[in-house]
Nanobody, 121 residues
Framework: QVQLVESGGGLVQAGGSLRLSCAAS????????MGWYRQTPGKQRELVAD???????NYHDSVKGRFTISRDNAKKIVSLQMNSLKPEDTAVYYC???????????????WGQGTQVTVSS
């Protein structure tokens, strides 16, 4: 089993910054793509940003230039630096990781419990 523990959410005024972190632990042989998703009531969960083990990144158009995803492979941590926050960034943010439990095993997807980010106008 794998646990993803998120931290760093909270309340911030528009234009402010927050940093989210997600630490993975458990039975992990390979930690492949890690990412952050967000969800608001009544809407589907959407990708915010993800990052491969080699550092390749992918961002939702709405956060390009404002958010930066990074990871520490040795510590199994993925972080999301969020700058110039807008009220429309308000959501529950979820960490996602694709994990291999063995060198030749298929990937298993794990999710964190979610952390609330609220941006006031």
């Amino acid at each position: 089993q794998v646990q993803l523990v998120e931290s760093g959410g909270g309340l911030v005024q528009a234009g402010g910054s927050l940093r989210l972190s997600c630490a993975a632990s458990g039975s992990i042989v390979r930690l492949n793509v890690m990412g952050w998703y967000r969800q608001t009531p009544g809407k589907q969960r959407e990708l915010v940003a993800d990052i491969t083990s080699g550092g390749g990144t992918n961002y939702h158009d709405s956060v390009k230039g404002r958010f930066t995803i990074s990871r520490d492979n040795a510590k199994k941590i993925v972080s999301l630096q969020m700058n110039s926050l807008k009220p429309e960034d308000t959501a529950v943010y979820y960490c996602k990781a694709k994990v291999q439990h063995g060198l030749w095993s298929i990937e298993t997807v794990y999710w964190g419990q979610g952390t609330q980010v609220t941006v006031s106008s």
